[in-house]
């Protein structure tokens, strides 16, 4: 079955950096369309970045423009996002989703919280 599971969340300083992973599996990894997204106790699910299914397009919510980086090796099944110069605004949990079409997967989620 279709899995995407996150890791790679947790506590860090103002300024400081995390690397998230998503590994999926149970379908065509290289085929999707690969999304970070990140929700904080009373908002609503925000778009953070996109990487399109052979990793040449990327895109970035304004917020995290020139502090946060989304890749992927389709060989590894993995996408990830690398934050850094983080703020406490950042705290979210973290989500990636994986679309295709009408076809769309979502991870548990990570909490990242950014405290001092």
């Known amino acids: 079955q279709v899995q995407l599971v996150e890791s790679g969340g947790g506590l860090v300083q103002p300024g400081g950096s995390l690397r998230l992973s998503c590994e999926a599996s149970g379908f065509t990894f290289s085929t999707y369309a690969m999304r970070w997204y990140r929700q904080a106790p009373g908002t609503e699910r925000e778009l953070v970045a996109t990487?399109?299914?052979?990793?040449?397009?990327?895109s970035y919510a304004d917020s995290v423009k020139g502090r946060f980086t989304i890749s992927r090796d389709n060989a590894k099944n993995t996408v990830y996002l690398q934050m850094n110069s983080l703020r406490f605004e950042d705290t979210a949990v973290y989500y990636c989703?994986?679309?295709?079409?009408?076809?769309?997967?979502w991870g548990q989620g990570t909490q990242v919280t950014v405290s001092s």
């Open positions: 990487i399109s299914a052979g990793g040449g397009g990327t």
């Open positions: 989703n994986a679309a295709y079409g009408f076809e769309s997967y």
